[in-house]
């Protein structure tokens, strides 16, 4: 996918919020703290508590850039069906690159908060409701162009993005990866573009 | 799936894991205190300290002893591959029982320490391979038996484990259902058992 997150913050919300982003990174839900986010931001920490009344507001804020960052930069290119769906199973890759790995876990780490959270549970439906939108476009688009076989391009792109979440959460929350290639497999038999 | 957890603790360290299952429950892991454990054990809560190092190695223990009550319960009949299946799809159901719902959400927020903890991954990499290795052993029975027809069943239960497992994500980080029957659909054109 080929992203850099947080790359050009502009403004101290923004810096604010990359910093959040790199502690969370660093350290994990768990261990992230006002001195820990304080770590990675430039500035002094009393400035954070000036732009957010509480570590939640803040942990929100980044999660929302986070949702706008990935919706900028998903490999999503209408025109290009085809290349867009192989660039999404780059998730399917083990050697996934560095800074998309750290996206992905800071991404899952989050989710974790939703079940009980019901601020985390409205930007996670947003994020979800676009990619899902994305995803029922470019298999519609492939069927069009021939080049996706699929019935029911609706119910194919639910079920890619369901399963793209799947996938997400199982590379970063196990140390199996012998699935990885079987998906990327059966991805294609489900857009008839296998061998 | 139609199962209770934690219902029977048999001595003193199950009960304070059943208390725990039941905090994270009704207050989510970000409320997950000692205090909160305690409301919920009918003992001295200095007992729990007896048993357990620390609220980490407690929660630990407990996440084991959810994979290990998930093995036992799930609806896993190898001599009846299309009732399995169907069983585990109720994971694809809104109306899905209360407790089950329960059970999802505390797995999906233990999930979400896994990224940087490796004892939540090591736990979560076990269950995920007794759960891809019960889907892989279903498909293949259901293919030998004529009630599936599934090119490579290997294939297919590896991306059926991806797929349940997106969906017990999506369905407890988001506030959108409308994917459910798609997806339900979806699998039963995977294993050819869709009109």
Chains 1, 2 share one sequence.
Not at 87 to 108: I, K, M
Not at 127 to 151: H, S
Not at 179 to 195: C, Q, Y
Request: glycine fraction near 6%.
């Amino acid at each position: 996918m080929n992203v850099e997150f947080f790359d050009d913050p502009s403004g101290t919300r923004e810096e604010i919020q990359a910093a959040t982003y790199r502690a969370l990174c660093e350290h994990g839900y768990a261990e992230l703290t006002l001195e820990t986010i304080g770590e990675e931001f430039d500035k002094s920490t009393s400035l954070i508590y000036h732009h957010y009344d509480s570590k939640d507001e803040l942990l929100l804020a980044c999660l929302s850039s986070m949702i706008d960052q990935l919706e900028a930069s998903v490999a999503y290119d209408p025109e290009d069906p085809s290349g867009s769906i192989d660039a999404l199973c780059d998730l399917l890759d083990p050697d996934l690159d560095r800074s998309e790995c750290q996206f992905v876990s800071a991404l899952v780490e989050l989710r974790g908060q939703a079940p009980h959270h019901e601020g985390y549970r409205e930007q996670l439906t947003r994020g979800d409701d676009v990619f899902e939108t994305q995803l029922i476009e470019l298999v519609q688009t492939g069927v069009d162009r021939g080049e996706f076989d699929v019935t029911d391009p609706e119910q194919t792109g639910k079920t890619l993005c369901t399963l793209l979440t799947g996938v997400m959460v199982r590379r970063t929350t196990t140390d199996n990866e012998d699935w990885m290639i079987d998906v990327r497999e059966e991805i294609d038999a489900m857009l008839g573009t296998g061998k």
